[in-house]
């Protein structure tokens, strides 16, 4: 399975990654379902939705800045750094990914659709303002803080710049990630529930246009049901391998 994999990927014409939460797993960032996820002990509800942060904004900020903090203490794996090197070798053309964790882009991904926005990203909740904490580095200071953050330029509440349940997907990404996904004859899905939509439909997109889709997860998906090829196990560890056999196909 892992040979045909490899030598489907070598050979397609526009192949794209899509990846969820599981990808970032052996980073130690912890995922959002199954064992020990975070929805497990907390309620969604209470922390990502516009109702909580309007009702509670201190509680929201806290999850957040605890949040920021976990993640940017995390560094790439070997799955992500496998996808930048792909994509440096042309095989891969695009990372659409749900993760708001920043990860791919540090492991070096270029043409990068994030769909739930970037959890190192402020944004006001009155005018235009938008900060990256990480680029004008803010971040420690900002973490520190207990108050609730301000906006420097007309002081209304700033929020976390990512998409919340029940908040649309920002356009300019969900129209790329479907046009990608039009154009792609195959697609591999890595360490996502595939269930979240409209984030989810993307694989399908592919399927229903007669592409291929290969997926790598530790267990089944809701996304399993239409692949070609299923790669049981860890992220890290399939996409490590897969790297180099490909290496070795196109050499
Ligand atoms: P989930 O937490 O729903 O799913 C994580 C997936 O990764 C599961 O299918 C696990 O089996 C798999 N997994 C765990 N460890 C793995 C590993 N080491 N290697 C490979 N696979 C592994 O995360 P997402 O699918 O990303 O939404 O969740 C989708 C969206 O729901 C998130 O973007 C977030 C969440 O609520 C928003 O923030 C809007
Ligand atoms: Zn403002």
């Avoid at 070598?10 to 130690?28: L, Q």
């Avoid at 509680?59 to 790439?76: C, D, H, N, S, T």
């Avoid at 209304?156 to 997907?169: T, Y």
């Avoid at 997109?205 to 196990?233: A, Y």
Wanted: aromatic letters at 8%; glycine letters at 8%; charged letters at 25%.
């Amino acid at each position: 399975m892992m040979n045909k994999a490899a030598e489907l990927l070598a050979r397609s014409r526009f192949a794209v990654a899509f990846t969820g939460a599981g990808i970032s797993a052996e980073s130690g960032i912890p995922t959002f379902r199954g064992f020990n996820g975070l929805w497990k002990h907390y309620r969604p509800e209470e922390l990502a939705t516009p109702e909580a942060f309007r009702r509670n904004p201190e509680l929201v900020w806290e999850f957040y800045r605890w949040r920021m903090g976990l993640i940017g203490k995390a560094k790439p794996n070997r799955a992500h750094l496998a996808l930048a090197e792909l994509e440096k070798m042309g095989v891969i053309k695009a990372v659409i990914t749900q993760n708001v964790d920043d990860l791919h882009r540090e492991a070096g991904s270029r043409r990068l659709i994030e769909l739930h926005g970037n959890i190192f990203r402020v944004r006001c909740t009155s005018c235009a303002y938008r900060e990256n904490l990480k680029d004008s580095g803010r971040l420690e200071s900002f973490l520190r803080e207990e108050k609730l953050p301000s906006c420097p330029i007309c002081g209304s509440l700033l929020r976390p710049d990512v998409v919340w349940f029940g908040e649309p997907l920002p356009v300019n990404a969900l129209d790329e990630a479907f046009r990608l996904a039009e154009r792609s004859d195959l697609i591999l899905v890595i360490g996502t529930s595939g269930i979240v939509y409209p984030a989810a439909y993307i694989p399908r997109i592919v399927k229903d246009r007669g592409g291929m889709v290969i997926e790598i997860n530790t267990e089944e998906s809701g996304i399993t049901p239409i692949v070609d090829i299923f790669l049981m196990g860890k992220a890290g560890e399939i996409m490590n391998e897969l790297v180099k056999r490909i290496g070795e196909l196109m050499k």
